[in-house]
């Protein structure tokens, strides 16, 4: 498939957010890999905890956009936790969004 679908795919990641977190699910680094293959996307992702009260419905909201992009009929979400999210994973812009000025330390 065509890196315009999969960007459509990450732009409608974009619209999904963490309930608790005011910054969307790409950009605090929540997901790690994006494949197209014809009408099926392959999203792997995580959680910033094993506990997380959404940890059903982020995925559930994931597929439903994904599947919105033309000619993606089906989406598999895989939730993982290796490697485990750290701050260190949040973008240039959800730092922005967070007030965070500078990058966490290593």
């Known amino acids: 498939?065509?890196?315009?679908?999969?960007?459509?795919?990450?732009?409608?990641?974009?619209?999904?957010?963490?309930?608790?977190i005011?910054?969307?699910i790409v950009d605090?680094?929540?997901?790690?890999?994006?494949?197209?293959?014809g009408p099926t996307c392959k999203v792997t992702?995580?959680?910033t905890s094993?506990?997380?009260p959404e940890a059903k419905?982020?995925?559930?909201?994931?597929k439903r956009r994904c599947n919105t992009?033309?000619?993606i009929t089906?989406?598999?979400?895989?939730?993982?936790?290796?490697?485990?999210?750290?701050p260190q994973r949040i973008s240039p812009e959800g730092r922005k969004l967070l007030g965070i000025d500078e990058e966490p330390e290593s």
Do not use: H
């Not at 605090?28 to 293959?37: A, F, P, Q």
């Not at 598999?76 to 290796?82: K, R």
């Open 50 to 52: 094993q506990s997380c």
């Open 69 to 71: 992009v033309p000619g």
């Open 45 to 47: 992702m995580t959680l």
């Open 22 to 24: 005011p910054v969307n």
């Open 74 to 86: 089906n989406t598999d979400v895989a939730v993982v936790w290796e490697p485990q999210w750290t």
């Open 1 to 20: 498939m065509s890196d315009t679908t999969t960007e459509a795919v990450y732009a409608q990641l974009r619209q999904v957010y963490d309930p608790e």
């Open 28 to 37: 605090l680094g929540l997901i790690y890999d994006v494949k197209v293959d």
């Open 57 to 62: 419905t982020i995925p559930d909201f994931v």
